[in-house]
């Protein structure tokens, strides 16, 4: 076990805006009004430095983030959102914070320590590393088990390791050809897994030592050979798979056959467009309607997500609108999985919710 971390328990905190978070109900659905009218709240100033990392739980009530400044915080958001907790992991840094889901109040992070790489398991009330996951080379990122029971990781050294929760080696590896990134779909029966070469590998969760079972060729969507997948990200109701490029692409696949559903455009200006440059981690809203992801303009931008059977074509426009708060790019976004709540990153913590909407409106 670690050495316990500097503690800073804190609470009520003073935080921009008022009103109170729209609880959801079963009687409205999100609606493209909805997100036009999604406003800044509060902001939270904590991290020093850019946020690395961000995390609803399961019930909505706590927000965690990791940061550049080498600290996590955790938020509690019910009528009032207050900052209740401030860690540092002065020693291992911390980056790509996520809820363990495995019952526990514990969460778990990597470390960006130049010298020791790991995944850690991170006791939120304790303030203790319970477990450690030795790397060979820095987490570029990981994908969380939706019961918290493995872990697929990404490493800078281009293999892909799962984690059993339970034991500290790898309990499997998958070589890449280049940077990876990974996802669980919804119900945790099937991973995909970005090995580079513009290539989306297929793999049964449950019997991952028989080999990928299917493999999505995205070349032809593309069209650069050195271009690479920063982002995959399944539907909530798995039905789909959203992929992101450092072309600033947002490529959704059915995800059974890998079809392209839908190609996302930025509204940004062609001209500001960097080549191999990542935009931000997307997310889908809960009820999967709409896809956000944050902009090198600062902006978070939305789109309608793509609906199997619907006639519109790969190349319609589905872009909803951009949503202005930020300085600089809002590289982490979460939607509250309970509420009208949506919450953002660059350097200071962003939390929106649809202005002037009824207090009984809601989403299923």
């Known amino acids: 076990m670690d050495d316990p971390m500097q503690l800073d328990a804190m609470g009520g905190l003073e935080s921009e805006g008022q009103g109170v978070f729209v609880e959801s109900s079963n009687k409205l659905a999100l609606s493209s009004e909805h997100m036009q009218r999604m406003a800044v709240c509060r902001v939270f100033k904590e991290h020093q430095k850019r946020v690395n990392g961000m995390d609803w739980s399961d019930d909505g009530v706590h927000l965690l983030t990791s940061s550049d400044d080498e600290s996590i915080r955790l938020y509690e958001c019910n009528d009032a959102a207050v900052c209740r907790k401030a860690l540092y992991s002065k020693k291992y840094g911390v980056e790509h914070a996520k809820f363990a889901r495995n019952g526990k109040p514990q969460a778990l992070c990597a470390s960006t320590s130049e010298s020791e790489h790991a995944l850690r398991l991170w006791d939120l009330w304790r303030n203790e590393f319970t477990q450690v996951f030795p790397l060979p080379a820095q987490s570029l990122q990981f994908s969380l088990h939706p019961q918290g029971t493995l872990a697929l990781e990404c490493s800078r050294d281009n293999v892909v390791r799962l984690f059993s929760l339970q034991q500290q080696k790898p309990i499997a590896k998958i070589q890449a050809y280049g940077p990876s990134c990974s996802a669980f779909d919804p119900d945790g029966l099937v991973f995909a897994v970005s090995l580079g070469q513009r290539r989306l590998h297929m793999f049964d969760a449950t019997n991952y030592q028989s080999g990928q079972f299917g493999v999505f060729d995205l070349r032809q969507h593309i069209p650069t050979a ?36 839908a190609s996302l455009r930025f509204n940004i ?17 809960p009820d999967g309607q709409f896809i956000m992801c944050g902009g090198v303009d600062g902006s978070i931008h939305v789109w309608r997500a793509p609906v199997a059977g619907e006639e519109l ?6 872009w909803v609108c951009k949503l202005d708060g930020h300085a600089g790019l809002p590289r ?12 953002s990153g660059c350097i200071v913590t962003s939390l929106w919710q ?9 989403m299923q």
């Open 354 to 362: 649809p202005k002037g909407l009824p207090t009984e409106g809601g």
């Open 226 to 261: 050195d271009a690479q997948i920063t982002s995959v990200v399944f539907s909530p109701d798995g039905s789909s798979i959203l992929v992101v490029t450092d072309l600033h692409q947002l490529l959704v696949l059915e995800a059974f056959e890998g079809h392209l559903m």
């Open 313 to 318: 074509g790969p190349e319609a426009d589905r």
């Open 269 to 285: 200006p062609p001209s500001e467009l960097t080549a191999h440059r990542s935009p931000g981690v997307p997310c889908f809203s």
């Open 332 to 343: 982490h976004i979460a939607f509250n999985p309970k509420k009208l709540l949506l919450a």
